[in-house]
């Protein structure tokens, strides 16, 4: 007889039904449902096993970079060490031992996290909307509203984004990896843009992209306040859970001891829960599709690993999608992709460098510690000497043990410090300027010494020096406008998010619903960008070719965009108002162009004429304030002197008249 399966329901008098076969599940008429309420146990049981056991083996494979990490921690220089105080301390060998840290690694993930959040988070909102239709009143209209309303919401509603944005972008520079997720939170009721260390995502290190892994994990640490929120609201099921087993990384460990903090709770019962929230293709029972019979489907799984018990069941895919494609729920910002899955940070391009760098620098502070305070050997027979700690202060004498007429030079040998040589700062000074330009920190020089350097040759040497660092740009530009996609498409589904919890709703409602389906958001940076300086320096070869050919320009407008570059734009208030248009038809005469041309020649000689006068005028005025001071000094050098002699001669007819008192 075939094994089959039983199933067993509670009658409610006392008894139970028995039914044998496979259980029947019967599909939720809500895509959106949580089908861990309507599986069988056995079901839910089966999928936390089967995915904590494939989730542990993507944990395994990543273990190497996250003690990469771990070690790159140290190289930042976060902690303040002081120099060894004994042998046993560390690794140093000898007490005093220097625990310099050298700070090229951190100077660059503080410069890159600058740059970014300059470029990418704009004060005025990181949000614009592109428009590819008809440049018309309408729908610049509809644009505006909408990139008015979303930059509102990033930056007034959402207060977590700009912070979370601007840490994400340090772990990126250092690290190399670091990621948004983009979801419908139940309980801030909005839609949100969470930026997550990329330690807390777990993907096998054998995936192509994030786009195509097999299973991408999300590690939420999550108290039980929070709990039973996502349970009162619906999102989580409620079940038993056992108490919660506390679990580090070891990077959570170094991250403690870098910041000098222990997080451990006394009572098991009120530590956090490590929560796995999977998005998978798996085959749920029971859910399987008609249009794609045997293929796993996208699911999003939440499972408390300490219980083993699966919170979560949904589908993630959209309700008119008929070929079930997985929605985008992870943004992936990388540094630089390499060989694997694991794009290489600034802690794989400088790590070895800054390590040899610090060690040679510590070699330099020791050795000037031992040329001040040399070691000896001394010896021990004889004269009954019981210690050997002669550390003598200025001006203070150490008694030593010595025999009659016995030479303590002779008893005391000091060990030779060897000087450091120009060989050993040059190769120094030529890893620091390695790992400086590695890192996107060193000063470039470029049109030093030429001040008629062609501007366009200008911005090509700049563009040379950040060839990298412009390579990131792009990288982290692109990231945000796939971001940005995943933001669009949940306001879309909820677009009252915009104006919820101002209370307030816009009188153009219907317009910025309009445009969001309309329109695409992306990124107000611009991709080709990468810095203030580049940007400055496109202006400036923009403003040369307007002045080249005025005449083929529109000066005014340019005026403007060159006001908006160099990032004063209220110097636009100052431009004088537009000339009146001409009369249809009507043709300037040459006379009176010309004219015109003479007075413009004119009013700009007269105002430069003007300035030298007002220049003239303020070097005068310095130069007569400087003679009065210079009079009024030696008048009271004078005084002085007088004062002086009348204390030797008081009785000098001279002296009395000149300073009015006999002394």
């Given at each position: 007889m075939a094994d089959t399966a039983a199933t067993v329901t509670d009658d409610g008098e006392g008894g139970a039904f028995v039914s044998f076969g496979a259980p029947h599940h019967e599909k939720p008429s809500d895509h959106d449902a949580n089908l861990a309420e309507?599986?069988?146990?056995?079901?839910?049981?089966?999928?936390?096993?089967?995915?904590?056991?494939?989730?542990e083996d993507d944990d395994t494979s990543r273990r190497e970079w996250l003690a990469m990490r771990e070690q790159a921690l140290g190289l930042l220089g976060l902690r303040v060490n002081p120099p060894r105080t004994d042998t046993s301390s560390g690794a140093a060998p000898f007490e005093g031992m220097s625990s310099y840290q050298d700070g090229a690694l951190l100077e660059a993930c503080v410069r890159g996290q600058a740059n970014a959040r300059g470029e990418l988070l704009p004060a005025d909102g990181p949000v614009k909307v592109h428009n590819d239709g008809m440049q018309i009143a309408i729908a610049d209209a509809q644009a505006e509203a909408l990139e008015k309303a979303v930059n509102r919401f990033l930056t007034v509603t959402s207060t977590e984004y700009v912070p979370d944005s601007d840490r994400l972008f340090f772990q990126v520079y250092w690290s190399g990896l670091g990621y948004k997720k983009a979801y419908h939170c139940p309980i801030r009721r909005r839609p949100v843009l969470d930026?997550?260390?990329?330690?807390?995502?777990?993907?096998?290190a054998q995936a192509a992209d994030l786009d195509t892994a097999a299973r991408v994990t999300h590690v939420i640490k999550m108290g039980k306040a929070t709990l039973a929120r996502m349970q009162l609201a619906g999102a989580y099921v409620k079940a038993d859970l056992s108490s919660p087993v506390e679990e580090k990384t070891v990077v959570d460990k170094k991250l403690e001891t870098l910041q000098g903090v222990q997080r451990k709770t006394l009572e098991p019962k009120l530590s956090e829960r490590l929560i796995y929230e999977c998005y998978a293709d798996y085959e749920v029972p029971g859910d399987e599709s008609d249009d794609l019979p045997g293929v796993p489907l996208p699911y999003k799984f939440t499972i408390d690993k300490s219980s083993r018990k699966v919170l979560e069941v949904r589908r993630n895919w959209r309700e008119d999608d008929a070929q079930c494609f997985k929605r985008k729920v992870f943004i992936a910002y990388p540094l630089i992709p390499a060989f694997g899955y694991y794009p290489l940070g600034l802690m794989n391009l400088m790590g070895n460098t800054v390590n040899g760098i610090t060690a040679a620098l510590r070699i330099m502070i020791d050795n000037g510690m031992f040329g001040n305070f040399p070691a000896f050997l001394y010896a021990k027979t004889g004269t009954g000497q019981d210690k050997n700690d002669f550390r003598a202060g200025p001006g203070q004498g150490i008694p030593v043990n010595a025999g009659p007429g016995e030479d303590l030079a002779k008893r005391f040998i000091p060990i030779p410090a060897k000087p450091?040589?120009?060989?050993?700062?040059?190769?120094?000074?030529?890893?620091?300027?390695?790992?400086?330009?590695?890192?996107?920190?060193?000063?470039?020089?470029?049109?030093?010494?030429?001040?008629?350097?062609?501007?366009?040759?200008?911005?090509?040497?700049?563009?040379?020096?950040?060839?990298i660092m412009s390579a990131v740009h792009k990288r982290l530009h692109q990231a945000?406008?796939?971001?940005?996609?995943v933001l669009r498409e949940l306001l879309q589904e909820d677009p009252d998010a915009l104006w919820r919890q101002t209370g307030v709703e816009p009188f153009n409602k219907d317009v910025i619903v309009q445009a969001l389906n309309n329109y695409e958001l992306i990124p107000q940076a611009d991709p080709n960008v990468s810095s203030h300086v580049m940007r400055l320096s496109r202006a400036e070869a923009a403003r040369g070719i307007v002045k080249d050919g005025p005449q083929l320009w529109d000066v005014r407008s340019a005026l403007e965009w060159y006001c908006d570059q160099i990032g004063i734009p209220e110097l636009k208030r100052f431009l004088l108002p537009p000339a009146p248009p001409q009369q249809p038809g009507a043709q300037p005469q040459p006379d009176a162009m010309k004219s015109v041309a003479m007075l413009r020649t004119q009013e700009m000689k007269s105002q430069?004429?003007?300035?030298?006068?007002?220049?003239?005028?303020?070097?005068?005025?310095?130069?007569?304030q400087d003679a009065?001071?210079?009079?009024?000094?030696?008048?009271?050098?004078?005084?002085?002197n007088l004062a002086k002699e009348a204390m030797i001669h008081p009785l000098s007819p001279e002296i009395i008249n000149q300073t009015g008192t006999p002394q």
């Open positions: 309507t599986l069988d146990q056995t079901v839910l049981d089966g999928i936390a096993s089967d995915l904590l056991r494939q989730i930026a997550i260390d990329a330690k807390d995502v777990i993907v096998s450091i040589d120009t060989v050993f700062m040059q190769l120094i000074q030529s890893m620091k300027a390695d790992v400086q330009r590695i890192g996107g920190t060193a000063d470039n020089s470029v049109g030093e010494g030429n001040q008629n350097a062609p501007v366009g040759t200008t911005v090509a040497l700049i563009e040379q020096a950040d060839k945000q406008a796939e971001e940005f996609r430069d004429a003007l300035q030298d006068r007002m220049l003239k005028a303020a070097e005068l005025q310095q130069k007569s009065a001071a210079d009079r009024e000094e030696r008048a009271t050098e004078h005084r002085l």
